[in-house]
């Protein structure tokens, strides 16, 4: 069983929802990733969703393009990112890691460089936002081969053809897109995300997790009674923003946050 | 090649060969499939092609006419230069030809604003006056470099009706104007659509733009066969952004073997990355924008900074189809320097009265360069813009050349 799976089977027999912090790596700089991935293991991360800074990220708003922004300054690149998870690896043998990121960088890296690398570093599971199965060339089968999940994002929009297409190919969990547009963008509606999750469930069994728009306490335990998993990131990329010029006090800010959350959903 | 080239390319997902494709977050899939399932039931139907064939007429002003620089020519002493004058169609450069198009489909389709990006200004204030012709809303995204160079284009965009919005990440030109258009016509698929500004993005962008170019290649092939003996160029040429000018005048031309296509691209200051935008010339596979083609790109896979003295040219992808064009042997490209560039921009002002546009003066001068070993022979270059944007820049930072 991968880290991944074992990680939702665990929770499930706890009857607890997953809490999934995302941050960019590299951001605000190179040293602290590390140490916040541990920090925010403490607060409550079941599993770890990593950035990988891009610099045309076309379906992000503008607080997570401004975290790549702050990483790229940094020269953070695939590489780096991969050094970071090794070195989180090296201590924490237990939570999951996912990098979430865009086909290029993983295409110059070279696909089966890429594949060998990642698991060898230790990452659990592979989000590229550019990449929809039909334009696999390759990418598709060679994660496929590795034993890295391939995790993809639905959208409200896409249609039920779409959603089993996707779940056909999908491993470690599902990621459900809770609002149209872009990372960042607010207004959720919550019967419209319990009936499209229901619309997901029915062509899979693995866990869906929601994201976009989860801000506080309260939308992360109102989601979390719906969604087998809760993803937060502009919420916590906002703070890391704000303390960019105070990187010491960053890991404090994003476990006040995360705990809360933590909190609020088992208290729900 | 055998003939039918154009029905040929690009297969029914948008690829040409290897290049192309549609590399969207599902987000954006659906959206895209609505634009692509109503290009295809729309844009065929008379209703449509008989409304812009009065634009292209009454509005627009066509058939720009094709003019032979015979200074030029006689100065040079080799090949015959002509020029297709899209400078002279409305605006002032050929964007307005796929701006209608886009803004007539977004019309039939109940679109209520178009979103789109913009380097040199010029598909901006293209699509700004579409949708002032349509009555619809428009949003442009520019990177505030650009807009402090290109400033009477953000002038006439705002007179337009258009919002302008400054793009300030990143190297603040075109590539982040891309990304931002993106960002916020993924926040309101419903009411807008994206009108990409050249032969790049998506599919189905690329073969629509494409499509809505083709009149330049149509024009110009029997405006030439009208004006002179012969009834075919001996050589096309065109400068290479993302490639609209060019896939506009080459389909006039592309199965024709007889007939050397030329694409020119702007090789800046040098040739290290950052100081050019010479895509084909210098790029490798990638993707960038959703689409697959020749990428211009750091060592940990970043779309790099480009610079070219034609903001409209400073893009690190071009369009699929030039990639595939590139790879199958059928266009040749090379690249031209700034430097080559201006004196281009003052040769043509000086011997024909014509001022082009900094980008279209890569052309010229392609055509400069290889008219003295081709005597006999004739050049047609799309003449894609006028000058007029270009010329407090060029003045102030390389005076009158007296
Ligand atoms: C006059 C002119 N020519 C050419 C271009 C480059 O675009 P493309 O390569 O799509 O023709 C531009 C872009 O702004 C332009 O304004």
Same mark, same amino acid.
């Given at each position: ?52 800074? +891009? ?32 070195? +989180? ?24 460089? +890429? ?57 470690? +969990? ?95 | ?402």
């Amino acid at each position: 069983m991968s880290r991944i799976a074992g990680r939702f089977a665990a929770l499930k027999a706890e009857g607890r929802t997953a809490l999934i912090p995302f941050i960019t790596a590299g951001d605000p700089n190179p040293e602290v990733t590390v140490e916040l991935m541990h920090s925010l293991v403490q607060a409550g991360a079941d599993l770890i969703e990593l950035g990988v800074p +891009f610099s045309d990220p076309m379906a992000d708003g503008p607080v997570i393009q401004r975290a790549s922004e702050r990483a790229l300054k940094h020269h953070v690149g695939l590489h780096h990112v991969l050094e970071m998870v090794q070195t +989180f690896r090296a201590v924490d043998p237990d939570t999951p890691v996912v990098l979430m990121g865009y086909l290029n960088p993983i295409e110059v890296m070279g696909y089966q460089a +890429f594949a060998e690398q990642a698991a060898a570093a230790g990452v659990d599971g592979i989000l590229v936002v550019d990449i929809p199965p039909e334009e696999g060339h390759g990418l598709l089968q060679t994660l496929q081969a590795s034993t890295l999940d391939q995790i993809y994002l639905l959208a409200p929009t896409s249609t039920s053809e779409r959603i089993k297409r996707i779940c056909e190919v999908a491993g470690g +969990f599902v990621y459900y897109v809770s609002v149209k547009g872009v990372t960042g963008a607010s207004h959720l509606d919550l019967t419209a995300v319990e009936n499209k999750l229901s619309q997901i469930r029915v062509h899979t069994d693995l866990p869906v997790g929601v994201g976009f728009g989860i801000k506080d306490a309260a939308t992360a335990a109102a989601v979390g009674r719906i969604a087998d998993a809760v993803v937060v990131g502009s919420a916590l990329v906002s703070r890391v923003e704000a303390l960019a010029e105070r990187p010491h006090e960053i890991a404090a800010a994003l476990s006040e946050l995360l705990t809360d959350m933590r909190k609020a959903m088992d208290e729900a | 090649m055998s003939g039918h080239y154009l029905k040929k390319h690009p297969d029914k997902n948008g690829w040409y060969g290897e290049y192309g494709g549609a590399f969207l977050p599902p987000q954006l899939e659906q959206p895209f499939a609505e634009i692509s399932e109503a290009y295809d039931r729309i844009s065929l139907s008379a209703d449509f092609q008989n409304e812009l064939k009065y634009i292209r007429k009454h509005f627009q002003g066509r058939p720009t006419p094709i003019h032979y620089a015979r200074n030029l020519s006689d100065s040079l002493a080799g090949a015959r230069i002509y020029l297709k004058r899209e400078d002279l169609n409305h605006t002032g450069a050929h964007k307005l030809n796929h701006c209608m198009a886009e803004a007539l489909l977004a019309r039939h389709m109940g679109k209520q604003r178009l979103i789109a990006e913009t380097g040199a200004g010029q598909h901006g204030v293209a699509l700004a006056t579409a949708a002032a012709y349509f009555g619809l809303e428009c949003e442009i995204h520019m990177g505030e470099v650009d807009i402090e160079k290109e400033h009477p284009n953000v002038v006439r965009m705002k007179l337009l009706g258009a919002k302008v919005v400054p793009v300030s990440f990143g190297g603040r030109t075109l590539k982040e104007a891309v990304d931002s258009a993106f960002q916020s016509y993924l926040k309101d698929p419903v009411t807008s659509i994206y009108a990409i500004g050249s032969v790049v993005g998506p599919h189905p962008f690329p073969k629509m733009v494409r499509d809505f170019q083709r009149i330049v290649g149509e024009e110009a092939r029997a405006q030439f066969a009208e004006m002179t003996a012969s009834d075919l160029p001996d050589h096309v040429a065109a400068c290479v952004g993302g490639g609209s000018n060019a896939m506009g005048i080459f389909q006039g031309f592309i199965d024709e073997e007889e007939v050397t296509l030329h694409g020119v691209e702007p090789l800046g200051r040098g040739t290290k990355l950052g100081e050019h935008s010479a895509t084909i010339t210098y790029g490798s596979d990638g993707e960038i924008h959703g689409f697959r083609s020749l990428v211009l790109t750091n060592e940990d896979g970043q779309p790099a900074p480009v610079h070219s003295i034609a903001s409209g040219l400073d893009y690190p992808g071009v369009g699929p189809e030039h990639a595939y064009l590139h790879k199958i042997g059928r266009v040749l490209y090379s690249a031209v320097s700034d430097q080559q560039t201006l004196d281009a921009f003052y040769k043509l002002s000086r011997l024909e009265g014509i001022i082009p546009a900094l980008e279209s003066a890569h052309a010229v001068a392609h055509a400069i360069r290889m008219a003295p070993e081709h005597p006999g022979e004739s050049i047609l270059i799309n003449l894609s813009g006028r000058g007029d944007k270009d010329i407090d820049y060029v003045a102030d930072n390389y005076g009158y050349n007296v």
